[in-house]
């Protein structure tokens, strides 16, 4: 065959993958959208996705925590079902909600094809740290990305922590901070639609002064620029970091002794005494917070808070006794791969 007949089939086949990856996706996914989004934002967010770039492929477990938010919660589930990367499976991290959100979760089950974990414990008050660690032990990939019930992730969003993962660091996320009015409005056809990451349409929608908005204005490269310039020091943050499951085992998982204010972070300060290098992703890996209330905020909980966390930095602790694994139950951990 000559070059005139090569050249052309050569160039074609990232072409004929993309196309056979599309129809492998909707086939995965030949469900009928919902009465409330149109055909149009359907075929946009289910059967249009970029191929994704070459590069590692894993299983990822998301961990993502929530308590009587459903409404939230669906927008948010939403957001997983147009992520460019597919390996992955949700864990719901429940602190004691009501039936409501397990309604939401077997409909979002239904509609998206997703494969979503309900981890539920009774509701005791605050013990987000307490169901986050099941979940952990319950997750089956071996890398985690942490993240909220609040938080809605951009389309590229698992794509970005997958290809910026390695071994011996986590990464720390950015999150835009939506107004109440801006996270109200916003519908499924918005996210399957990628309009709520359009500049022009957060600013139509009353998001203009957004904190954080800057993060939506970098390009590809800017991005990665802006996160090896800024002052902003890389930390665990809750609503948007991940690191492999056997860095979170290795410290004993979140400490179950704290409460709202700040907690996430401890257990991000024993990874890095543990060696675990921090890495900026903020302006690369970005979410989108929907505005709530937090009744269970107070000040005791920070002050306490702040106590084992100083306590953690002072003596550069990297194990907890009251994590994953504790002397009066039974051991929890996976056998990591």
């Not at 930390?235 to 907690?263: A, I, K, M, P, Q």
Request: with cysteine; charged share 25%; net charge positive.
């Amino acid at each position: 065959v000559g070059s005139e007949v090569l050249l052309p089939m050569l160039r074609s086949l990232p072409n004929l993958a993309q196309a056979a990856c599309g129809n492998f996706l909707s086939s995965r996914l030949a469900v009928s959208p919902p009465d409330e989004i149109s055909e149009d934002a359907w075929e946009h967010g289910f059967r249009s996705r970029p191929f994704p770039p070459g590069g590692q492929c894993m299983l990822v477990s998301v961990i993502l925590s929530t308590y009587n938010s459903p409404e939230w919660l669906e927008k948010v589930l939403w957001g997983y079902a147009v992520q460019t990367y597919r390996d992955f499976e949700i864990l719901v991290a429940d602190d004691g909600s009501d039936q409501r959100t397990a309604l939401v979760l077997g409909r979002m089950r239904r509609l998206t094809k997703i494969v979503i974990r309900h981890v539920w414990h009774e509701d005791r008050g605050f013990r987000k740290a307490v169901i986050l660690n099941r979940a952990t032990a319950d997750a089956a990939g071996d890398y985690l990305v942490f993240t909220d019930g609040d938080c809605i992730p951009r389309h590229d969003f698992l794509e970005t922590h997958v290809a910026l993962a390695r071994p011996g660091c986590l990464l720390s996320g950015g999150c835009v901070r939506l107004p109440r009015g801006t996270s109200e409005r916003i519908e499924p056809a918005d996210i399957l639609a990628r309009r709520i990451t359009d500049l022009e349409w957060l600013e139509a929608a009353g998001a203009a002064r957004a904190r954080g908005l800057r993060m939506l204005r970098a390009g590809r490269w800017t991005a990665r620029l802006f996160d090896a310039l800024t002052t902003t020091r890389p930390t665990w943050n809750g609503c948007n970091s991940s690191t492999y499951r056997r860095h979170v085992l290795d410290v004993n998982g979140h400490d179950e002794r704290l409460r709202y204010g700040g907690g996430d972070r401890e257990m991000g300060e024993r990874l890095v005494n543990l060696g675990i290098r921090p890495v900026q992703v903020r302006y690369r890996a970005v979410c989108l917070h929907l505005d709530h209330d937090r009744p269970y905020a107070n000040a005791e909980s920070w002050r306490e808070n702040h106590e084992i966390r100083d306590s953690i930095r002072s003596n550069r602790a990297t194990w907890t006794t009251h994590g994953i694994e504790q002397a009066d139950r039974p051991a929890r951990r996976r056998v990591a791969a």
